[in-house]
């Protein structure tokens, strides 16, 4: 063989030797693949305290998604029967909307849906109480008090959104009360009712305060026993 | 020779006087249910009878030949064919095979042990060595059923047929039967017929049907001087129509009877010249201790028997080392070349040059067996190519068994295969890019049956499909290569082998001890100078 010949039999060797490589198994890496290895995850919020409030949470994914990918929102919408105390839509564009809450903190999910795969955040959504005022029958002030005797008092209490608290035993739950002066009156102990009501119990001759706790509000009653 | 040649030209030639014969000619001269008389050895016989003895005693050997045309099939047996078929046992062998599919008693098996309308015949021609061919009509329809073929023939030896039968039709009979080579009558020494019987549904039937077997000499396969094979033909009249059934044999037949006999026709060289030759040619001593018996009378002149022994031995098995094959028959040419038994010679270098084209004799080689030799040389590659060039040459897949006709299709089929197994590769390997390309892209919203996984999963199968036709392509190119090289090897080795036959000094003498096995002994040579 000449030189040339030689020359070229190697190189079309090589070539084919080239061609045979084996190929390694294909990187899985679509973030609509169940079984992808690529990552998404959602940030944001992880608790809304009042009802009609939005909230918005950002999808980061790695790979970054390609402009124009498909994938839908979605809150706890889709439910089968009455519904839900809680109900959190989607707004679009990873915006969500508080619909529907109670003084319950409930953990919803949130999530950005690719096909059959679902990236998801857990937010705590309820009605937390922001302020709320006492309700005596007649102006709380008028009342007279005899020792002796004892008169239910109700709380009217509402969200950051002036929404009134739905469900207000389970605030009146993780709620406080107290008498700066049991001698002059006490409060009575109060089993949590969605009326809202607190028992109060004049005992004798004097001027005291009693100081309702509900979540962050926080508000006194003044009685005077003659 | 031929000494006889004279008499069936004699007797076609009152044939062809007479004009054919009529049916009525035909029934009047139906051989013999029984044989006249008891063959004598004849001429070419004398201690064929004892020869054939030992042989059936060595062992089974000897092939018969069935032939099937449209009306009848015909069973050819040379004698030692004939001995290895007579136990009784194979046909009750044959008939235990088929007694499950035709119904059969024990007492059917049991009596057909006894059947053998043609002991006398055998007996008869015992001391002769003569081919027997025997012509039945056929069955309706054959039953397969035996345990084996040589049962079967043996069955057939017999005259038992196995299968459905119709009624027997005139026509459909054998009257006679004649042999002709090259259109001329042959002299049957002996001739008969026997009926048959007939294994079929729950029943041996006798219905008067009958087979006929002539004997013939084996002379009539003999090849002429040139190597040609004779035209042999058995021409079968039936009770009623005057124009016989012509049926010729197969060429390959007559090769194969007349090679048979080939051990007996070698016992008489030294019959016929006891003087003992050294021949030229020297072989190198065999392994085998059958053969080199026969080596030692090769070497001290005594043609005929070292023809005889050595290929007597290569009528049973175990085979001889194929070096020894290949000597031994080498001997048995150059005996019967130098006994001026040309046909024999020839033939045995035919088949000799059929598996060594490339054999070249020693220049002290008869000119006879030289020419011979040459005549039946077939093309083919006679040099070696060096093994770095055979390697080289295969890294193009199929270029290193592209070394001459032979092995054009191994080429081409290496060529092929790592071709075909690159391509459907690459058809795979593009296909599974097309798909992973389509995963990459899907963004999720498409209809049902497109999603990612499906996508990915298409596209991973079809790479690995691709990879096993990589990963065979590859095993087809390398194998190829490794046995381009292995079969240079080989080829150059045997060239080596076959190289100038038959110079091989004689061995130098000495004490020497073998193994020996002889047909009728065993035990340890011990060879003094």
Known sequence: MTHHARAAAVLGVLALAGGCALQEPYVRDNHWDPRSSATKSLSGPDSVFAMGDTFRVTLQADPPLPPGAFYTWRGNEMYEGPPPPTLVYPAGDGLFRVVSSTATFEVIAVSALFDGVAVSRQV???QRVQSYTFSCGVACDALTWQAGTSRSVSVLAADANQVPIRRIEVAMQRGSWLSRDPAVASVAATTANPAGTITISAVAAGTTWIVVRLDRAVDSLRVVVP | MRSNRWLPLFVSLA??????????????????????????PGPTGAGFAAWRTMIAERGRTGASFLIDADRYQVLVMTPMAIDALAADSLIAKATKGCQRALSLSDAQVEYTRAIDPWAAFDSAAFARPLIAIAVFPKEQRRF???????ARFAAMSR????????????KDQVAMVEFRRDGLLEFAPLQGRAKVTKVSQTELLDDGTEHVRVWVDPEAFAPDVEGAVPRLELHVYNPVDPEPDILPLPERLIRAVWQQM???QARRLDVADDAHTVPALHFPAPRDSVLRVAYAAYERGALGTAASEAMTRLMFRPRPPQADIRHAMLQAATAFSMRD?????????????????????????????????????RPARCSSIPLPVVALRSLVPGLGQATGPVRRKLALGVFAGTAASYGLAS?????????YRDYRAYQGGDSEGSDAPSLYQQAQSARE???????AAATVWIAGGVEAVWNEYQHKRRLAEVRAVGNTPPRAAGVSFAPMVRLDRVGVTLQLP
Do not use: K
């Open chain 1, 124 to 126: 705590r959504v309820g």
């Open chain 2, 262 to 264: 080939l051990p007996w």
């Open chain 2, 144 to 150: 397969d059923c035996h345990a084996g073929d040589l």
């Open chain 2, 15 to 40: 044939a062809l006087a007479t004009g054919a014969p009529r049916p009525a000619d035909a029934q009047a001269t139906r051989p013999p249910l029984r044989p006249d008389s008891t063959l004598a």
């Open chain 2, 159 to 170: 005259g038992a047929l196995y299968g459905r039968f119709d009624a027997p039709v005139p």
């Open chain 2, 427 to 435: 058809v795979f390997e593009s296909r599974s890019r097309r798909f």
């Open chain 2, 341 to 377: 038994r040309h046909a024999e010679a020839r033939s045995l270098m035919t088949d000799i040059m059929e598996v060594y084209p490339c054999l070249t004799l020693a220049p002290e080689a008869p000119q006879e067996l030289r020419d011979m030799a040459e005549d039946a040389r």
């Open chain 2, 465 to 471: 499909i691709g990879n096993a036709f990589m990963i």
